[in-house]
């Protein structure tokens, strides 16, 4: 069962994605590893917090998963938390960054059974005018409602067919 509360898809100009990675055998029990960057939320935010002339209009919290490590052997997953900064935007020293092409990007708030990937791929796909691109880039935005609370989003790069 599942419960749309938003479908998009934008075309973005691209993006220097700003914050902190850290590496872990994907498909495994990676999570703790990836807990641990939100241990330095204050820190990570604070300072692109600080850095207005470079925010886009993706202004809330992410995490951002990639595959360029990934290979057969040692099945790395990338996890970077931080945020979708202009693209030529400076990196604060002590961050990692990403350039991420101009593009398009899968956008999906609600509930599912099951992993929210697989269930906006599929949503994607459905489109019949955009194929998912996962191998690029997936990730969670984390928008706060107008009491503070956070909430959950999904987004996943993808490719426009033809």
Same mark, same amino acid.
């Given at each position: 069962?599942?419960?749309?509360?938003?479908?998009?898809?934008?075309?973005?100009?691209? @993006?220097?994605?700003? #914050?902190?990675?850290? =590496?872990?055998?994907?498909?495994?029990?990676?999570?703790?590893?990836? %807990?641990?960057?939100?241990?330095? +939320?204050?820190? &990570?935010?604070?300072?692109? +917090?600080?850095? /207005?002339?470079?925010?886009?209009?993706?202004?809330?919290?992410?995490? &951002?998963?990639?595959?360029? /490590? @990934?290979?057969?052997?040692?099945? &790395?997953? #990338?996890?970077?938390?931080?945020?979708?900064?202009?693209? +030529?935007?400076?990196?604060?020293?002590?961050?990692? @960054?990403?350039?991420?092409?101009?593009? @398009?990007?899968?956008?999906?708030?609600?509930?599912?059974? #099951?992993?929210?990937?697989?269930?906006?791929? %599929? /949503?994607?796909?459905?489109?019949?005018? =955009?194929?998912?691109?996962?191998?690029?880039?997936?990730?969670?935005?984390?928008?706060?409602?107008?009491?503070?609370?956070?909430?959950?989003?999904?987004?996943?790069?993808?490719?426009?067919?033809?």
């Amino acid at each position: 069962m599942a419960v749309d509360k938003k479908f998009e898809i934008v075309k973005h100009e691209g @993006y220097r994605f700003i #914050g902190k990675t850290v =590496y872990a055998r994907a498909f495994g029990k990676s999570e703790k590893v990836f %807990d641990a960057l939100w241990g330095y +939320d204050d820190w &990570l935010f604070g300072n692109l +917090d600080n850095m /207005k002339e470079h925010a886009t209009e993706e202004i809330h919290n992410a995490t &951002l998963m990639t595959w360029d /490590k @990934y290979d057969d052997k040692n099945c &790395l997953l #990338g996890y970077t938390r931080g945020r979708f900064m202009k693209s +030529d935007a400076p990196v604060p020293s002590d961050m990692d @960054y990403i350039d991420i092409p101009e593009g @398009y990007i899968a956008k999906w708030a609600g509930s599912c059974d #099951g992993y929210p990937e697989m269930y906006v791929r %599929d /949503k994607v796909a459905q489109t019949g005018e =955009y194929e998912p691109a996962t191998h690029i880039f997936m990730g969670e935005l984390f928008p706060k409602d107008e009491n503070g609370n956070m909430l959950f989003e999904f987004f996943l790069a993808c490719t426009k067919k033809g």
